[in-house]
């Protein structure tokens, strides 16, 4: 997605600008939510990314990798337990999820 391309080569501005675009203009709704929350997550803007990835979490409850996304986050906030929370979910989908077991290792879940 267009957004975390952004997010990536820190242009925050042009990335949250993107990530509204993509959810406001109908793309596939859960996949342009996830890009959309891993977009705010790398420009660090936690609460938005909390608010997609959540929403894209709801929309398809089986998607390891937005629950990695959002434990990511919620440890950046300082929400160790919701975030150990989030990477046990995703384990539970994906037992292999490499982002899920290292995030449950840091925060000591």
Not at 26 to 45: K, V
Not at 74 to 83: F, H, L, V
Request: glycine share 10%; proline share 5%; net charge positive.
């Amino acid at each position: 997605m267009l957004s975390l391309a952004y997010a990536q080569s820190k242009k925050t501005s042009e990335a949250i600008e993107a990530a509204g675009r993509a959810v406001t203009l109908g793309e596939p709704a859960a996949p342009a939510l996830y890009f959309a929350g891993r977009a705010m997550l790398e420009a660090g803007r936690l609460e938005l990314a909390d608010s997609y990835l959540s929403q894209a979490i709801t929309l398809s409850p089986t998607v390891s990798d937005a629950m990695s996304e959002l434990g990511a986050v919620k440890e950046k906030q300082g929400k160790r337990s919701e975030a150990a929370d989030m990477f046990r979910r995703a384990l539970g989908i994906n037992p292999q999820d490499p982002k899920a077991k290292a995030g449950l290792a840091r925060v000591g879940g």
